[in-house]
DNA sequence: CGTGCATTGTACGTTATCGAACCCTTCCTG
DNA sequence: CAGGAAGGGTTCGATAACGTACAATGCACG
C-alpha cells in the first residue's frame, strides 16, 4: 500500500518506493519550480542538490573548453539530477539545467545520502538508474560520431517527447541547434525535412510533434536502444509520452 | 598493513583495499590472461565474470545495428571490467574486448556480488570508478561530436599509452580506426601528421610513443579533462605510463 | 632469400556540416 | 497599431571525413 501522498507524485522513482521509504524520504523534499534556462548544478562545482523531476525535463551537458556546451542525456519525471552523488561524487562534472520550465522536489545532499542509507530500494533504484543514464550516454557518443542531423534531431524529439509527455514543445532552432552541438542553420534544413513529411510543425520556438510514428522511422537505433533500457527498469510505460496524433490543419 | 599477497596485484582498486578486505575477495580472483581480441563481455547478453585488469586494457564498445563497433571508453588497471553488475545490470549493454593482451583477475557475478556485500571499502571504490568511467564516456560523446580525428586520435593514444604502461603498442590503424569509427585511410592521414611532426613512430602494427608532451599538445582537453577525473580517485599517478622519450633514430 | 600477405600511404569524387551572412515572418511590446 | 526583436529559411564557399580504390612497403614464413 502507497504512502498516502505518493499518489500525486509524477516521479517514477519516489512512485515506485514501498510506503515505509516513501515516508522516509517525503519529508525532506521540497517542491520547487524549475524556469526556463535554470542552471541545477555547475560543471566543477560541488553538488550540493538532488532533483527528482516531476515534469518537464533537464539536459545534462558537457562544457568544452572553448565554451560550447554539448548535452549527453536528458533527465525526466523517470530520473534524477544529481544522482552520482551516490556513487561517490561530490562535484558535479556536467552542467545540468532546465530546458522546458517544470517543477521537482528538490533534497539536500546530505539529507539524501542520510535518507538513501536507510532505504535499500531507494539505494537499489537509483543505482539502477544511474546505470540507465550511462547507457543513455554511451549510446549518445556512439550516435554522435556515426548518425547524421536527421536521424540525431529525430531521436532528441522522441526523448524530449517521452519526457515532456507533451506533444508540442517551447523549444527554438538555436537551442536544439546548442544541445545537439551543430549550427543553427543545419536544425533548421532537418527540421524543415521533417516538417515536409508531415512529422513535426515549428511555429516560432514552438513545435509540434504530429506524428510520432514518423519520427521513430526518422530516427536512428539509438532512441530505441535507450527506450528499451529503461523500459527495462520501468516496465512498459517507462515515460509519459502519449501516442497522440495532431491532424495536420 | 596491506595482505602479504597484495604487494604483487597491480590492479588500483584491489591495491587500494584494506587487509582485511582484499582477503575476502583474493582466494574468489582467478588469474587469467588475456589474448588480443578476446571477449569479456558481450552486447545484450549476461555480465558472468568481472574483470580486474593487470595488465594491458580492455575497450568497452557500443556496437551500433548496422555491425560498426564503436569505443565508449578503455579500462586498464585502474578499473575493471563489468562494474554495472553493482548498479544493478544483469547483462552488458556494450562489448568489451582485449585490444593488447594482458592479464586480469577474474571473478563470477555471484561470488562478486557476496563479496562486495561484506567489503564496504570495494563497494565504494567501485562505485566511484563506475562514476569515473561515466565521466570518461561522456567526454567521449562530446569529443565525437566535436573534435576532428587529428585531436582525438592524440586524445586516444594518450589513454592506451596511460593504461598500457608502455610506450610502445602493437596496434594497426585498422583497429584504431573501428576504435575510433572513421576510415582507416583517415587514420593513416591523421597518424602520418603525428609521424611527421616527431611526435609518434609507425611501423607495421607498431606504434611507439616518441613525444608524450608533444601528444598531449596535440589532443584536445578531453584527455585532460578524464585525467583529471582519474586523479581525484587514485591520486597523482591514476596510471602506469612513464613519460618515455624515445629520441627518433 | 625470395614470395606473399598484412599494413600503411595516397588519391579522388562525394557528402555532411561548418561558419557566416542575409532576409523574411511572426510575435511581443510599448 | 506600429516598431522591433526573436525565430526561422536559405544561400555559399570552405572543410573534414566518407567510400573506394590502388600502390608501396615491411614483415613472416616457406
Known amino acids: 500500500m502507497p504512502h498516502r501522498l505518493q499518489k500525486n507524485v509524477r516521479n517514477r522513482i519516489l512512485a515506485a518506493l514501498a510506503a515505509e521509504e516513501f515516508k522516509l524520504i517525503i519529508d525532506k523534499l521540497q517542491r520547487v519550480e524549475l524556469t526556463l534556462g535554470e542552471t541545477l548544478h555547475r560543471a566543477g562545482e560541488p553538488i550540493e542538490n538532488v532533483f527528482f523531476v516531476e515534469s518537464g525535463f533537464i ?68 543505482l539502477r538508474y544511474a546505470h540507465l543514464f550511462h547507457v543513455q550516454v554511451a549510446q549518445t557518443a556512439a550516435c554522435n560520431a556515426h548518425h547524421d542531423l536527421g536521424q540525431r534531431l529525430a531521436r532528441w524529439l522522441l526523448a524530449a517527447h517521452d519526457r515532456s509527455g507533451v506533444p508540442e514543445l517551447s523549444l527554438t532552432q538555436d537551442l536544439i541547434a546548442v544541445m545537439l552541438g551543430v549550427r543553427r542553420s543545419t536544425v533548421s534544413i532537418a527540421a524543415s525535412t521533417l516538417q515536409r513529411a508531415g512529422v513535426i510543425r515549428y511555429q516560432h520556438g514552438h513545435i509540434t510533434i504530429l506524428d510520432r510514428m514518423g519520427l521513430e522511422n526518422a530516427a536512428c537505433e539509438c532512441y530505441e536502444a535507450v527506450a528499451g533500457e529503461y523500459r527495462s527498469l520501468f516496465g512498459e510505460q517507462p515515460f509519459e509520452s502519449a501516442m497522440v496524433i495532431v491532424p495536420a490543419p
Open 59 to 126: 539536459s545534462a551537458l558537457t562544457v568544452l573548453s572553448d565554451g560550447a556546451p554539448l548535452e549527453i542525456g536528458l533527465i525526466g519525471a523517470e530520473g534524477a539530477a544529481g544522482v552520482s552523488v551516490i556513487l561517490g561524487a561530490t562535484n558535479s562534472y556536467s552542467e545540468t539545467m532546465c530546458q522546458t520550465g517544470g517543477g521537482a522536489y528538490r533534497i539536500g545532499v546530505l539529507a539524501f545520502k542520510e535518507v538513501v542509507a536507510h532505504a535499500p530500494h531507494l539505494r537499489d533504484l537509483l
